[in-house]
């Protein structure tokens, strides 16, 4: 059966061709590129003081208090960050609360604390910052 297969005959093919490209000169000595600045990313509440920011109306806690906390944790320094191995785990506590994984933005980094603190006030976890 399979010898009544015909063999099939080979055909021809052409061959791509190229069409080249004019020719162009280019001064390499005058082109002049683009002055680009760098980008510099800031965190969104530079230029903010601190005590503005930890005793913002957003927040309802006591100014007194949380300035204490964010000092015993930081000692104001919103790219403080400690390492603490449990476990054979290491865990990164950052910014001016020490929040675990937290941002260096001091804005963000107080909301998160917040966060903390008002689960701590409802009861659904321990104070975040039993040491201060």
């Known amino acids: 059966m399979l010898d009544d297969l015909a063999t099939p005959t080979p055909t021809s093919t052409s ?20 002055q680009i600045e760098p980008t510099i990313v800031r965190p969104r509440s530079e230029g903010i003081s601190l005590q503005a920011i930890v005793c ?4 309802s806690w006591d100014c007194g208090w949380a300035l204490a906390v964010v000092w015993c944790e930081s000692t ?7 390492v603490e191995v449990i476990g054979g785990v ?18 963000e ?6 966060g903390q603190w008002l689960e701590w006030q409802a009861g659904a976890r321990q104070n975040p910052w039993p040491g201060c």
């Open 15 to 34: 061959t791509p061709t190229s069409t080249p490209l004019p020719a162009t000169s280019v001064d390499t000595a005058t082109i002049t590129l683009p």
């Open 56 to 59: 913002a109306p957003e927040f």
């Open 76 to 82: 104001n320094n919103p790219n403080a960050q400690a």
């Open 90 to 107: 290491t865990y990164y506590f950052n910014g001016l609360w020490q929040v675990l994984g937290g941002s260096f933005d001091p804005l």
């Open 109 to 114: 980094n107080t909301r998160q604390a917040y």
